[in-house]
């Protein structure tokens, strides 16, 4: 009798254990709620580009024919064969004499050259603070030198965090984030572009630290949540960053918003916590079981701090369902694994797909006709109706052919509303947002699906790099308007193409809805000798 007690109480004190990551409470909605916040503010700098350096109306300006209150608008004497933005008619001498200084259309030699001095229609960006009038280039390179240093933050920040910890990376980026600040202070273009790379170097690793953190720390029943909620913080930011660039306007008033306040980030100091599955799998054992207290007690649960004081290296590996790392998994290991390199190359297109279309879309939707405030904000609503879809039918039908219906759905939709006339303004703009919430599923799916396909010793290196080829979808996405003065649908036919072959190639990934988190490649490898055991008997 005594010895059933006894084998009782261990069964209740092991399953107290098991929900210290599993039961989801008030420790994980705090762990939440910080790391939502940061990604809420950084998703509002990867998207500055698309209203601080806008195109804004211009022309140009020749100073003796210009009276004090002189528009942007072509004013009756500027000669009618001549580009009002870009080049200058040169005056004649004799003929602006003979009619006392006021220019005519008679006023102008038959000459013209380049022209170096402009009037804009407002300084709401810089496009007039920086003088890039003329320089389409300049301004779209804005965009893409954002993503270049994503692509640069990807490739270390992932492999920082499985290193260091995801914990000191996530609140490196946060902070880091905040030099952006800087920006308002130049006067001179590459300087300013130099600011705009270091500040997306530093900052960028946030998105694949966060949504790591956000499954580590909700366990594994909360895996597709937590994909929805680390998408729906960047939505939120997205959509109020245009609300505040509709509402402030002046490209130096919406820097300071959105980059000031994230230099508060450094008390994350105090208030994040390390992920304790990775200090598991890394070893570090008594900070896993300090982490491990401050769960049970902030959540409530009744567990002792001696029980997990006698906990040796084994049982605590045992008991919260953690591999053992037999030695680390390196980068050899990785590409000695047939079946991770295939997961890699699938998923790292996919994410490219994903991330190409998604700021794609971002991009076009200020090009629609209408209000380019009200279409953006719409086209990043329209992502709340796309999570609530990804997120029902990815636990009903699974992960693969949800992503593969929401690249269908993207493609479709994205070239009818191109070839769709600009005056049927409401049909254009609602296939246009249908084929973006194919985009949203698309984009929320495959973080969801790549952190169930990669193991906890490698996700974060695997799941930086793949958020690296993202960022190279994002780097060109800026630049595809220019391919419309070519063939107007020629960027929807690309982003159609894309999503078509991103479809195809998850056929050689497989479904992750009933697999548990694995650890290590050596478990990943097992599970697929397994199955191909049992494809053979069958």
């Known amino acids: 009798m005594t010895v059933s007690v006894e084998a009782s109480a261990t069964e209740e004190t092991h399953r107290k254990e098991k929900d210290l990551l599993e039961h989801f409470g008030k420790f994980q909605y705090l762990q939440y709620l910080w790391i939502c916040l940061t990604l809420f503010m950084v998703s509002m700098t990867h998207v500055n580009y698309v209203f601080v350096a806008e195109n804004i109306d211009y022309r140009c300006r020749i100073p003796k024919c210009e009276t004090s209150n002189s528009t942007v608008a072509t004013p009756s004497w500027w000669p009618e064969d001549v580009d009002s933005k870009c080049y200058k008619p040169i005056l004649n001498k004799k003929n602006i004499y003979s009619t006392n200084l006021t220019c005519t259309n008679d ?66 980026c946060g902070v880091g984030a905040s030099i952006g600040v800087f920006k308002i202070l130049l006067k001179d273009y590459y300087p ?18 966060g949504v790591i953190l956000l499954v580590e720390i909700g366990g594994p029943s909360q895996r597709v949540m937590a994909g929805i909620i680390f998408s729906y913080a960047v939505y939120v930011g997205e959509i109020v960053f245009a609300i505040l660039a509709m509402t402030l306007q002046y490209w130096k008033w919406l ?26 799998l890394q070893g570090k054992m008594e900070e896993a079981k300090s982490t491990l207290k401050i769960i049970a007690k ?8 001696k029980d997990l ?43 490219f797909a994903s991330s190409f279309l998604y ?45 593969q219906c929401g690249y269908v759905v993207c493609a479709v939709f994205l070239i009818v509303q191109s070839y769709t006339p600009d005056y049927l303004t409401w049909v254009k703009l609602s296939f246009f947002l249908i084929g973006k919430m194919g985009v949203v599923i698309c ?10 396909l990669f193991p906890t010793s490698v996700r974060g290196t695997l799941l930086g790099f793949c958020n690296t080829t993202a960022r190279v979808g994002s780097m060109f996405a800026p630049l595809t308007p220019l391919l419309m003065t070519e063939v107007a649908a020629l960027p929807s036919i690309l982003f159609s193409a894309t999503a078509v072959v991103a479809g195809v190639l998850l056929i050689f990934t497989p479904e992750t809805k009933t697999l548990p988190m694995f650890d290590t490649i050596a478990q990943i490898e097992l599970h697929k000798a397994n199955q191909s055991k049992i494809c053979t008997k069958l």
């Open 107 to 172: 006023s102008f030699s038959m000459q013209i050259e380049d022209c170096y001095d402009w009037i804009y229609e407002n300084n709401n960006s810089i496009v007039s603070e920086l003088n890039l009038a003329c320089q389409p280039l300049k301004v779209q390179m804005v965009g893409g030198i954002h993503n270049t240093g994503m692509i640069i933050s990807m490739i270390f920040a992932g492999w920082i965090a499985d290193r260091i910890g995801r914990r000191p990376t996530f609140i490196l």
């Open 192 to 209: 300013y572009l130099f600011i705009e790379l270091m500040e997306s170097i530093i900052s960028s690793g946030l998105y694949t630290v």
């Open 255 to 280: 820097i300071l918003t959105i980059y000031a306040p994230m230099i508060l980030f450094i008390s994350y100091f105090f208030l994040l916590k390390e992920s304790p599955r990775w200090q598991i």
């Open 298 to 305: 902030t959540n409530k649960i009744d567990i002792a701090d």
């Open 309 to 351: 004081d006698d906990c040796t290296d084994e049982e605590l590996r045992s008991r919260f369902d953690v591999g053992d790392q037999k030695q680390k998994e390196n980068l050899k290991a990785i590409i000695s694994s047939k079946e991770i390199m295939t997961r890699l190359v699938v998923a790292a297109f996919c994410f």
């Open 359 to 403: 700021y794609g879309s971002l991009v076009h939707s200020v090009l629609l006709p209408g209000s380019k405030y009200t279409n953006f904000i719409l086209a990043a609503a329209s992502s709340f109706p796309g999570e609530l879809i990804a997120y029902f039918t990815f636990n009903k039908y699974g992960r693969k052919i949800t992503l």
């Open 443 to 452: 984009f929320t799916g495959i973080y969801t699906y790549s952190l169930e």
